[in-house]
């Protein structure tokens, strides 16, 4: 069975720009939750979508969004980018089935604003 | 509280030995507790979980042990080995998002 996948991998923006990143789950996992990671806070929840439904939501601003597909894709968005935006985004996915909660991480997609 | 302490922040063990990497947290509403393993370039791996009504579990040669009243968790790798030089995560879930311990930087030496 295939991972989680991000693409891109690896993206460059310079500040005020918007940036989307995209994240497939692994096949029949409905959950998508994004993180970021930064070497000064670690690992931050973002959100969490469940069945296109945003389910949670982490403290972060209104810049950052999200979405999900019927087909369990996800997207999230980063609108005027700022410096401090630079960080490894990552998306895990879940199966959400008779308690079983474990989240399985993609590689990330490394933002850098310049 | 929604923090999750994680200690030490780096260490060093010598192969084959034991490491150990300790973890806190205040709210008693989490209900599930994993841990990853990262490795540079990489995204985080889950390597064992924990529930909080078990006090132990054990996968090889990687063990959780949970003390619910003092609501500390701990991850122990025996036989510590070079291939196990990461950096590992502790976490509790909350609500159906994870909240994450800072990382330890794990450095096994030959």
């Known amino acids: 069975k295939a991972g989680v996948t991000q693409t891109p991998r690896y993206l460059i923006k310079t500040r005020g720009q918007q940036v989307t990143l995209s994240c497939s789950p692994i096949?029949?996992?409905?959950?998508v939750s994004w993180y970021q990671q930064t070497p000064g806070q670690g690992l931050q929840f973002l959100f969490e979508?469940?069945?296109?439904?945003?389910?949670n939501k982490g403290n972060f601003p209104g810049r950052f969004s999200g979405r999900q597909f019927s087909n369990s894709r996800s997207e999230m968005n980063v609108s005027t980018l700022e410096l401090g935006d630079s960080a490894l985004y990552l998306c895990?996915?879940?199966?959400?089935?008779?308690?079983?909660?474990?989240?399985?991480f993609g590689p990330g997609t490394r933002l850098t604003v310049l | 509280q929604q923090q999750v302490k994680q200690s030490p922040q780096s260490l060093i063990v010598q192969k084959g030995g034991i490491s150990i990497i300790n973890c806190a947290y205040e709210?008693?509403?989490?209900?599930?507790f994993p841990w990853y393993q990262q490795f540079p370039g990489k995204g985080p791996a889950l390597l064992i979980a924990?529930?909080?009504?078990?006090s132990e579990k054990k996968e090889g040669r990687f063990t959780i042990s949970f003390n619910k009243s003092a609501k500390q968790f701990s991850l122990h790798i025996m036989d510590s080995q070079p291939g196990d030089s990461a950096t590992y995560f502790c976490?509790?879930?909350?609500?159906?998002?994870?909240?994450f311990g800072k990382g330890t930087k794990l450095s096994v030496k030959p």
């Open positions: 924990i529930r909080p009504d078990v």
């Open positions: 979508y469940f069945s296109e439904t945003q389910r």
């Open positions: 709210n008693t509403a989490f209900d599930y």
């Open positions: 895990a996915s879940s199966l959400e089935v008779a308690g079983v909660h474990e989240q399985f």
């Open positions: 976490a509790a879930r909350s609500q159906g998002n994870l909240i």
């Open positions: 096949s029949g996992h409905r959950s």
